[in-house]
């Protein structure tokens, strides 16, 4: 694969664009001003506000993780300066974050806050502190559109941390290199899940997909799958993955508080039979972590309709 000269954007994302039709040359200067380091004034009250988000690391080999990020307002993130932001996420137990951020220093993270259907990615470095926290540096920072999200509002349990890093897991967790029943029953009815990838150009990248439950498909016990919805046409994720097929996959139950964490491999399934290319992410399975934590209390607002996402699509 040949080296790309565009400034925003990785030959793995022009490559995807390009079998788009969509011009990567012309697509870099559009996004230019959108991608910069630093967080501006609105955001940086929506980051100060969140008590929920997730983050992407790579561990000593390699592998991407999504991990969520759970806190209370005004503490799980301080923002330091407009390209510094102090984390102080509840730990969840068997969750590789603290590890992999010491091993590597390799994270993103998408802030999040699904009862208005606003994200925000930014990616960057972290560095775990004696006390702890993770000062988290930023190099790359954008707003995203509010596609595919399920609108529900959070509410943390005030018992859940103190902003300390104090471990709230609710029962001991598991490893496995396969899904088990109660796993395959989770993503079955998943209507939001997160993946984590990495480029070296720009690092670790978090994500967020959404579709009505069952958009996630278990083909067995290693393998699931899931469509690629249109979206904004950056190809982020998937242009990674040509470029280094491992990926993180995490899927969360809203009203039980199970978290699973997936890492693999990643493949891209393409269907051109007909006049829109159709795209498929398909994951090997190599490690799943389940584990119970306190996620606080979910309440669902409202469903997104799927077809008013791909017929107003300006409406999402």
């Given at each position: 694969?040949?080296?790309?000269?565009?400034?925003?954007?990785?030959?793995?994302?022009?490559?995807?664009?390009?079998?788009?039709?969509?011009?990567?040359?012309?697509?870099?200067?559009?996004?230019?001003?959108?991608?910069?380091?630093?967080?501006?004034?609105?955001?940086?009250?929506?980051?100060?506000?969140?008590?929920?988000?997730?983050?992407?690391?790579?561990?000593?080999?390699?592998?991407?993780?999504?991990?969520?990020?759970?806190?209370?307002?005004?503490?799980?993130?301080?923002?330091?300066?407009?390209?510094?932001?102090?984390?102080?996420?509840?730990?969840?137990?068997?969750?590789?974050?603290?590890?992999?951020v010491r091993s590597t220093g390799?994270?993103?993270?998408?802030?999040?806050?699904?009862?208005?259907?606003?994200?925000?990615?930014?990616?960057?470095?972290?560095?775990?502190?004696?006390?702890?926290?993770?000062?988290?540096?930023?190099?790359?920072?954008?707003?995203?559109?509010?596609?595919?999200?399920?609108?529900?509002?959070?509410?943390?349990?005030?018992?859940?941390?103190?902003?300390?890093?104090?471990?709230?897991?609710?029962?001991?967790?598991?490893?496995?290199?396969?899904?088990?029943?109660?796993?395959?029953?989770?993503?079955?009815?998943?209507?939001?899940?997160?993946?984590?990838?990495?480029?070296?150009?720009?690092?670790?990248?978090?994500?967020?997909?959404?579709?009505?439950?069952?958009?996630?498909?278990?083909?067995?016990?290693?393998?699931?799958?899931?469509?690629?919805?249109?979206?904004?046409?950056?190809?982020?994720?998937?242009?990674?993955?040509?470029?280094?097929?491992?990926?993180?996959?995490?899927?969360?139950?809203?009203?039980?508080?199970?978290v699973l964490q997936l890492t693999?491999?990643?493949?891209?399934?393409?269907?051109?039979?007909?006049?829109?290319?159709?795209?498929?992410?398909?994951?090997?399975?190599?490690?799943?972590?389940?584990?119970?934590?306190?996620?606080?209390?979910?309440?669902?607002?409202?469903?997104?309709?799927?077809?008013?996402?791909?017929?107003?699509?300006?409406?999402?």
């Open positions: 694969m040949s080296e790309t000269r565009l400034r925003n954007f990785h030959e793995g994302e022009a490559q995807l664009q390009r079998e788009s039709n969509v011009d990567p040359e012309a697509y870099d200067k559009a996004v230019d001003q959108a991608f910069r380091p630093e967080l501006n004034p609105s955001e940086v009250r929506f980051v100060g506000a969140r008590t929920f988000s997730m983050a992407a690391s790579v561990d000593d080999a390699g592998r991407p993780w999504a991990s969520a990020l759970l806190g209370q307002p005004g503490e799980l993130f301080t923002v330091a300066d407009e390209t510094t932001v102090l984390v102080a996420p509840q730990v969840i137990d068997g969750d590789p974050l603290f590890d992999n390799a994270m993103g993270i998408l802030y999040f806050d699904p009862s208005v259907r606003r994200r925000a990615k930014s990616l960057g470095t972290g560095t775990v502190e004696p006390d702890g926290t993770i000062t988290y540096r930023m190099h790359r920072m954008f707003g995203i559109c509010t596609k595919y999200i399920f609108k529900r509002e959070h509410t943390p349990d005030q018992e859940a941390s103190d902003g300390s890093g104090i471990e709230q897991q609710l029962s001991p967790g598991s490893v496995a290199n396969h899904l088990s029943a109660d796993d395959r029953a989770q993503l079955e009815l998943a209507d939001t899940t997160f993946l984590a990838s990495h480029s070296e150009r720009f690092g670790a990248d978090p994500t967020h997909r959404g579709g009505p439950p069952g958009f996630v498909t278990v083909i067995d016990d290693s393998t699931v799958a899931m469509p690629d919805f249109p979206g904004n046409g950056m190809f982020q994720t998937l242009g990674n993955l040509l470029l280094d097929n491992r990926i993180g996959f995490t899927s969360i139950d809203f009203q039980t508080g199970r693999g491999r990643g493949e891209i399934r393409t269907d051109s039979g007909s006049n829109q290319i159709q795209r498929a992410l398909v994951v090997k399975i190599d490690e799943v972590r389940s584990s119970h934590t306190n996620i606080g209390t979910w309440n669902d607002i409202e469903a997104f309709d799927l077809g008013r996402v791909f017929s107003n699509p300006d409406r999402t």
